[in-house]
């Protein structure tokens, strides 16, 4: 059974209906075959973006949906739950349109936000380096100043979308200090951008990872979003946000795992009974429930925060390391309920199980996760009872 | 252009289906929603207006649904996906109706509306008697167009094909008309997250039989030529039965079989 919801007006509730129909006409259908074959969804994305889910977090004057948080990421875990990698996407998309909305003038927002926002085009977000991912201030991609533009020289690891993307945040070094960072946004038709092969991933297979070259990519100065050194924050801040998608998405992927192991306990019997008329099975499976609705519980408190300007990112770190761990517990244990069966590629909980996995580990490791809560915790965190200013 | 679009809200087929005690169906205690079938003679409808443009003047998609309380979501859903505005007959004395009953407000509703085409679905997915576009069009002394496959507009020329099981034919009618279409006639679009939004400034009137001069004594239950007698849950389904082929007879043990379901 999909998740009950409690949406904020009639419109989020007609929203995520239309979401979940969707899913189970378009996007459920196709999913086992693609993430089999390794075929990326660029049509899912279309019909997604022509139905205007892929600006759902941005004003509707720069063409989004002007969704709170609250509304947007239970829309990721909808989608989640049928087709992580879809739903990864559309948070990757997200993602990429963040630093031009926060940092851009009113000039290049006017320019390409509608497109990006209407969802004829997917976007990518170029952070991680191949030996900088958790310490991106260590990143060596270079811009160097060129007249009237920036020269873009450098390798961008595990870029999602790599390849398929119509566009690329990247952010890229313009000086020496450590935190001597940009942003650009760089079309993927420019000259000197390629993508080495996909990665061959363990699970999001669907979904295409690779390294982005940049060998002499020259871009505009109109392309640079932001002021000179303001990327790593700008960069920082998008992943704060991205981590709230992860977590929401996670939540989904659970759930679906969930849904799948409550489906086959109902149907398997051994001994003469139901497998979840035996107590030992049944705690298992309350387990997992609990582990489900405390992570979406988790990120829906974050996002509500976010949704009323306050600050969020500890509790957006919170949110992701609780549900994707949640994500890890409850497919590993989706598959022990499905026995034997859950071991094999006829049932789809292997595959959420290794979807997983990759959960715990991108938009920050949730080792990072911990040590950015550590350092709030350090400094105090607040004890401030509020009233919602909304 | 004047389109008028009858649709229908229909318990959820996914979930668990209920009757009232009088055998009706339970269109309360259930999820429901806009009629499946019905979702492409909206699709048709908004095809035709988008045909239209600006050259047919200011063309108009109007959703008619006759329905308890909830029956508004049937509309609703169809504004998202296009249509300009609902009417909405609801009356408490209505309950029970058959298709003749029915066909009766619908065809009384439609006539207090402007209406160049009125389109209508194939048939309900609830009651399934496919019916009511031809008593609509009897009713409203309009010529019917009905099943049609591929819909074209031509002035005031409707032409509809219409798949037969022996034959394909074609079949015009000149406007004012009334068109159902089938489920081979496009694939319905999906609303937008805009047309979500747009949705809830459209208008909806909700009518009542007095408001259509329509007497109770002439709808309802007891007023209906048809009614369900009985029901019965479909039975649990059973391990059906396994041929096995270790000595050769499997083909006929399968033949038997289909022989004694009368699939052949």
Same mark, same amino acid.
């Given at each position: ?72 990421? #239970? ?73 009237? =533009? ?13 390849? #398929? ?9 313009? =000086? ?69 998608? %992860? ?28 497998? %979840? ?15 489900? #609705? ?43 309920? *499905? ?33 950015? %809560?550590?350092?709030? *915790? ?13 | ?6 649709? @229908? ?23 429901? &929603? ?11 409808? &908004?095809?035709? @207006?988008? @045909? &239209?443009?600006?050259? /047919? ?33 609801? +009356? +408490? ?65 409707? @032409? ?87 000595? /050769? ?16």
């Amino acid at each position: 059974m999909p998740a009950r919801r409690l949406m904020p007006t009639p419109e989020a509730a007609d929203l995520l209906q239309l979401v979940r129909d969707v899913s189970a006409k378009e996007l459920l259908p196709a999913a086992a075959d693609a993430e089999a074959t390794e075929r990326f969804p660029r049509e899912s994305f279309r019909t997604l973006g022509r139905m205007g889910l892929l600006g759902l977090p941005y004003p509707e004057k720069v063409g989004g949906g002007e969704q709170p948080y609250e509304v947007y990421l #239970q829309v990721l875990e909808e989608l989640g739950s049928v087709w992580a990698s879809v739903g990864v996407g559309v948070s990757v998309h997200a993602l990429s349109c963040f630093a031009l909305f926060t940092a851009g003038t009113e000039e290049q927002r006017q320019r390409w936000l509608p497109e990006m926002l209407g969802g004829e085009l997917l976007g990518a977000y170029c952070l991680s380096e191949p030996h900088a991912g958790s310490d991106p201030a260590a990143m060596r991609t270079r811009a160097e100043r060129d007249g009237d =533009g920036y020269v873009l020289t450098g390798a961008k690891a595990w870029t999602t979308h790599g390849g #398929q993307a119509d566009f690329y945040t990247v952010m890229a070094r313009t =000086g020496d200090e450590r935190g001597a960072i940009s942003c650009f946004l760089v079309p993927a038709d420019a000259e000197g951008l390629s993508s080495d092969a996909p990665e061959r991933k363990m699970g999001l297979t669907g979904s295409s990872t690779t390294t982005m070259r940049f060998d002499g990519v020259r871009v505009g100065v109109d392309r640079r979003i932001g002021a000179e050194g303001q990327g790593l924050r700008l960069a920082l801040a998008a992943l704060d946000s991205g981590r709230l998608g %992860i977590a929401a998405v996670a939540t989904g992927l659970a759930q679906a795992a969930l849904d799948h192991a409550v489906a086959y306990a109902k149907d398997r019997e051994t001994f003469g009974r139901r497998i %979840i008329d035996h107590q030992g099975l049944a705690f298992v499976l309350a387990d997992m429930e609990a582990a489900v #609705q405390s992570a979406r519980a988790t990120y829906l408190a974050a996002a509500r925060l976010r949704d009323r300007g306050l600050p969020f990112a500890t509790e957006a770190s919170v949110a992701k390391l609780v549900c994707t761990d949640n994500a890890m517990k409850v497919t590993t244990d989706a598959v022990q309920v *499905l026995g034997g069966y859950g071991y094999t590629r006829d049932f789809p909980v292997e595959r959420f199980m290794r979807e997983a996995k990759v959960m715990q580990i991108f938009e920050g490791t949730n080792q990072i996760q911990r040590m950015v %809560i550590g350092r709030a *915790l350090d400094k105090g965190t607040s004890a401030r009872i509020e009233a919602d200013p909304a | 252009m004047n389109i008028v679009v009858c649709v @229908k809200y229909v318990p959820d087929a996914t979930g668990d289906r209920k009757f009232e005690s009088d055998n009706t169906v339970d269109r309360e205690g259930v999820d429901g &929603l806009l009629s499946e079938l019905d979702e492409y003679a909206v699709e048709q409808s &908004l095809q035709l @207006k988008e @045909k &239209l443009g600006s050259d /047919g003047g200011d063309s108009e998609v109007t959703v008619l649904t006759i329905g308890p309380a909830g029956a508004v979501d049937a509309i609703r859903k169809a504004l998202q996906m296009g249509a300009d505005k609902g009417v909405h007959v609801q +009356d +408490d004395a209505i309950a029970g109706s058959d298709a003749f009953a029915t066909s009766l407000v619908l065809a009384e509703a439609v006539k207090k509306l402007p209406h160049d085409l009125v389109v209508c679905g194939m048939a309900s997915t609830d009651g399934g008697m496919g019916v009511v576009p031809a008593m609509l069009s009897e009713r409203l002394g309009l010529p019917g167009a009905t099943l049609g496959s591929s819909i074209e507009l031509d002035g005031q020329t409707l @032409k509809i094909r219409r798949d037969g099981d022996t034959a394909t034919v074609t079949v015009e009618a000149t406007l004012p008309a009334v068109l159902s279409v089938t489920d081979q006639s496009g694939e319905a679009r999906y609303p937008s997250f805009k047309g979500i939004m747009a949705a809830k400034k459209k208008p909806v009137e909700t009518w009542s039989l007095a408001d259509l001069g329509v007497d109770a004594g002439q709808v309802g239950l007891e007023a209906s030529y048809t009614a369900v007698e009985e029901t019965q849950a479909r039975p649990p389904r059973t391990a059906g039965e396994i041929v096995k082929d270790e000595d /050769g007879s499997g083909a006929k043990a399968l033949v038997d079989f289909l022989v004694s379901k009368k699939f052949v």
